[in-house]
């Protein structure tokens, strides 16, 4: 399965940006889709997730009211809504599919398969 991300791009604090991931082959009603962010030299971050059996959403706190994750179904994708930017959510996102447990929803390593990341830059 290849997930394909699109929609960053360069903007200034407080601004808006949607992001978006499509994932090649039809998505089946156990797996998670998850965004993931890396700043340069820095660990992956969960950002948020969504779990397409239920619709479940979970956020990290850093972006928590300011970030949305919503699917669209008929076309595998999952849209991230990212408003109010800061230039700390300056990074390169990546979407993820796996099936973790709830417990390490959070954790990249339960992620099999990754998108090739889209730049998110955030000037102050």
């Known amino acids: 399965v290849q997930q394909v991300a699109t929609g960053g791009g360069l903007v200034q604090t407080g601004a808006s940006l949607r992001i978006s991931c499509t994932t090649s082959?039809?998505?089946?009603?156990?797996?998670?889709l998850a965004w993931f962010r890396q700043a340069p030299g820095e660990e992956h971050e969960f950002v948020a997730a969504f779990r397409w059996n239920g619709g479940h959403t979970y956020y990290a706190d850093s972006v928590k009211g300011r970030f949305t994750i919503s699917r669209d179904n008929s076309r595998s994708t999952v849209t991230l809504q990212m408003n109010s930017l800061e230039p700390e959510d300056t990074a390169t996102y990546y979407c993820a599919e796996g099936r973790p447990i709830l417990s390490a929803i959070r954790l990249s390593r339960m992620y099999t398969s990754w998108g090739q990341g889209t730049e998110v830059n955030v000037s102050s």
């Open positions: 082959e039809r998505t089946s009603s156990g797996i998670t």
